[in-house]
Protein backbone atom coordinates (compact mmCIF):
# COMPACT_ATOMS: atom_id res chain seq x y z
CA UNK A 1 0.00 0.00 0.00
CA UNK A 2 1.25 3.45 -1.20
CA UNK A 3 1.53 6.15 1.67
CA UNK A 4 3.18 9.50 1.79
CA UNK A 5 2.96 11.26 5.01
CA UNK A 6 3.38 14.87 5.54
CA UNK A 7 4.41 16.53 8.56
CA UNK A 8 5.69 20.08 9.92
CA UNK A 9 3.30 22.58 9.06
CA UNK A 10 2.52 24.84 11.43
CA UNK A 11 1.74 28.52 12.40
CA UNK A 12 4.81 30.79 12.06
CA UNK A 13 5.53 34.03 11.80
CA UNK A 14 6.91 36.29 8.40
CA UNK A 15 10.92 35.38 8.76
CA UNK A 16 10.72 32.50 10.20
CA UNK A 17 11.49 29.04 9.22
CA UNK A 18 9.77 25.68 8.85
CA UNK A 19 11.14 22.06 7.91
CA UNK A 20 8.36 20.28 6.17
CA UNK A 21 8.86 16.11 6.05
CA UNK A 22 7.19 13.61 3.86
CA UNK A 23 7.81 9.86 4.49
CA UNK A 24 7.10 7.55 2.11
CA UNK A 25 6.07 3.69 2.04
CA UNK A 26 4.75 1.18 -0.54
CA UNK A 27 7.10 1.84 -3.35
CA UNK A 28 10.62 2.08 -4.55
CA UNK A 29 11.52 5.98 -3.29
CA UNK A 30 14.87 5.99 -4.76
CA UNK A 31 13.43 6.09 -8.86
CA UNK A 32 10.60 8.12 -8.25
CA UNK A 33 10.94 12.10 -8.75
CA UNK A 34 9.88 13.48 -5.48
CA UNK A 35 8.37 17.14 -5.54
CA UNK A 36 6.68 19.75 -3.29
CA UNK A 37 3.71 21.44 -4.49
CA UNK A 38 1.47 23.98 -2.67
CA UNK A 39 -2.36 25.27 -2.49
CA UNK A 40 -3.30 28.19 -1.49
CA UNK A 41 -7.11 29.21 -0.79
CA UNK A 42 -8.96 30.32 -4.20
CA UNK A 43 -5.95 29.48 -6.08
CA UNK A 44 -4.37 26.47 -8.05
CA UNK A 45 -2.04 24.32 -6.66
CA UNK A 46 1.03 25.05 -8.06
CA UNK A 47 5.12 23.38 -8.33
CA UNK A 48 7.21 24.42 -5.20
CA UNK A 49 10.35 21.96 -5.54
CA UNK A 50 11.47 18.98 -7.74
CA UNK A 51 14.20 16.41 -6.57
CA UNK A 52 15.54 13.62 -9.30
CA UNK A 53 18.22 11.81 -10.12
CA UNK A 54 20.55 13.99 -8.12
CA UNK A 55 19.14 17.41 -9.65
CA UNK A 56 17.05 19.97 -8.30
CA UNK A 57 14.51 22.59 -9.12
CA UNK A 58 12.24 25.22 -7.79
CA UNK A 59 9.68 27.58 -8.65
CA UNK A 60 11.05 31.37 -8.60
CA UNK A 61 8.88 32.37 -5.77
CA UNK A 62 11.03 30.25 -3.54
CA UNK A 63 14.43 30.43 -5.03
CA UNK A 64 16.80 31.28 -2.78
CA UNK A 65 14.40 30.47 0.40
CA UNK A 66 13.42 26.49 0.19
CA UNK A 67 15.78 24.01 -0.03
CA UNK A 68 14.44 20.30 -1.18
CA UNK A 69 16.39 17.09 0.05
CA UNK A 70 15.92 13.29 0.12
CA UNK A 71 17.08 10.69 2.29
CA UNK A 72 16.79 7.60 0.26
CA UNK A 73 17.79 4.83 2.61
CA UNK A 74 15.13 6.49 5.01
CA UNK A 75 12.31 6.92 2.11
CA UNK A 76 11.81 10.65 2.87
CA UNK A 77 11.24 14.12 1.20
CA UNK A 78 12.11 17.21 3.00
CA UNK A 79 11.48 21.06 2.19
CA UNK A 80 13.46 23.33 4.42
CA UNK A 81 11.63 27.04 4.17
CA UNK A 82 13.35 29.72 5.27
CA UNK A 83 12.51 33.68 5.81
CA UNK A 84 8.86 32.45 5.12
CA UNK A 85 6.71 35.45 3.90
CA UNK A 86 2.70 35.62 4.17
CA UNK A 87 2.25 34.64 0.53
CA UNK A 88 4.00 31.33 1.58
CA UNK A 89 0.49 30.43 3.05
CA UNK A 90 -0.72 27.31 1.87
CA UNK A 91 -1.99 23.61 2.22
CA UNK A 92 2.00 21.73 1.22
CA UNK A 93 1.54 18.86 -0.33
CA UNK A 94 4.14 15.85 -1.30
CA UNK A 95 3.85 14.05 -5.03
CA UNK A 96 5.69 10.68 -5.93
CA UNK A 97 6.16 10.78 -9.54
CA UNK A 98 7.17 8.23 -12.77
CA UNK A 99 6.02 7.72 -15.66
CA UNK A 100 2.28 7.36 -15.42
CA UNK A 101 2.53 7.12 -11.99
CA UNK A 102 1.66 9.75 -9.91
CA UNK A 103 0.96 9.52 -5.81
CA UNK A 104 -0.08 12.13 -3.77
CA UNK A 105 0.16 13.18 0.09
CA UNK A 106 -2.93 14.48 1.98
CA UNK A 107 -1.23 17.58 2.86
CA UNK A 108 -0.13 19.72 5.74
CA UNK A 109 -0.94 23.06 6.59
CA UNK A 110 1.41 25.87 6.58
CA UNK A 111 0.21 29.50 8.01
CA UNK A 112 2.82 32.39 7.92
CA UNK A 113 1.29 35.28 9.62
CA UNK A 114 1.82 37.82 12.59
Known amino acids: QVQLVESGGDLVQPGGSLRLSCAAS????????MSWYRQAPGKERELVAV??????NYADSVKGRFTISRDNAKNTVYLQMNNLKPEDTAVYYC?????????WGQGTQVTVSA
Open 95 to 103: NAARSYTNY
Open 51 to 56: SAGGIT
Open 26 to 33: GFIFSIYR
